[in-house]
């Protein structure tokens, strides 16, 4: 039996997150995967989540939480909102996108608190990148930074205790730095799933196909998952 | 139809969740009350957010969130944490008590702050009062200018748009000013329901029965619920 340090790992069952593993495992953490259901329109990410889960021998304390009907207003949740396709990465980082998710990190990172609160975890670790995706601004490293003062003065860990620490070891890498990161770990980038349609073959044109393909293409790495259009892995 | 503000109320069915309906409705807001089941032993609380709701006409759109299995790790979910009973005023202020709920009201803001974004209201209400509550860190006044700030930097709302504010009414009101504001206000006080218990007649004797039960006679007002215990109400 080992008494490891507890870490909580918010895991979508997509490339960072399932990086994000990777690297908590690395930093000696014994790994608690907390996954979400939350309407989302790709919830097979949610059978990554398990593969990814069972990868680390985990599979038996992975939580999905139920948070459906609780979140909407999303392209990625209501049926009578179109995710967008074909969109270049200026127009990305020009707006907040219609796959915004009002305040879905915040619940994220909430529940995934009093989870760690309850077992006596000492990390959450979130995959937020900021370079790539400039246009949520629950990405953002202020919004992390604001979220750890939340846990500072609001929970009894944070105010009385040794504390709870937002662990965010992508926040300043681009996607193909996360691509190189995950294949050094080891990270089983083959089970991970990012396509917002959530179709299998991923669809290839949606804002989150258009971005892993481009961190594969850049890393040199070919993505071992399928895609239902033709990828050319040897552009960079 | 009125084109009125809207706020999401965050409605435990309590004694100040429900002064919080009535400050809310006075300062001209359209009402969306917003309860929580979190395996909490006094789910019969619920029963009461309804009936507030319907006191306000707004039953039809009280949503209740059902976060059961998300939280754990406190006097008021687990039964294998009793809830502490008879305990004078200093020691329920010297230390964090057992009913402490980890990151209950960072979940509760959390969620509230996601419906309020994606029906565009303007404020979310809670009843966090930090005088009687001293030993819940989520209660403070700085946890919720943390929170605040969250909002604003993390939040398409609070990033790019008008913003969503935290509205704490009762926050540097003792329990007799919440009872003679919701007096005030016609606050069905005789719908609240604050045992941690869960029982009707309500214990008397748990914290939250105590404080209340205080605050009413400090206020000079007989409470309209029944308790198990005999209290004379003349005493101030």
Redesign the interface.
């Given at each position: 039996m080992t008494t490891a340090k507890k870490a909580v790992i918010i895991l979508s069952g997509g490339l960072d997150s399932t990086t994000c593993m990777a690297v908590a495992k690395q930093e000696g953490y014994d790994l608690y995967p907390l996954s979400f259901f939350y309407g989302q329109k790709a919830a097979i990410e949610l059978d990554s989540a398990k593969k990814v889960s069972d990868f680390y021998g985990v599979a038996d304390r992975h939580f999905i939480?139920?948070?459906n009907?609780?979140?909407?207003?999303s392209a990625l949740t209501d049926a009578d909102k179109a995710i967008p396709t074909n969109r270049d990465e200026a127009t990305m980082e020009q707006e907040?996108p219609a796959t915004?998710?009002?305040?879905?990190?915040?619940?994220f990172?909430?529940?995934a608190?009093?989870?760690a609160?309850?077992?006596g975890a000492e990390a959450m670790y979130i995959g937020v990148n900021a370079l790539d995706y400039s246009g949520y601004?629950?990405c953002?490293h202020?919004?992390i930074e604001?979220?750890q003062?939340?846990i500072?003065?609001?929970?009894?860990?944070?105010?009385?205790g040794a504390g709870i620490q937002i662990k965010t070891p992508l926040q300043f890498l681009s996607k193909a730095g996360i691509v190189q990161l995950g294949s050094e770990l080891g990270a089983p980038l083959q089970f991970s799933h990012s396509c917002y349609f959530g179709t299998d073959p991923s669809c290839g044109v949606c804002d989150s196909c258009l971005l892993r393909i481009k961190g594969f293409q850049e890393a040199g790495v070919p993505d071992p998952i399928p895609y239902a259009v033709p990828i050319d892995w040897n552009v960079k």
């Open positions: 939480a139920d948070l009907g609780m979140i909407r207003g907040i915004y998710v009002p305040a879905r990190n915040i619940i990172l909430s529940i608190l009093s989870y609160e309850s077992i601004p629950d953002r202020e919004f604001a979220f003062q939340v500072n003065v609001g929970t009894a860990a944070g105010a009385h």
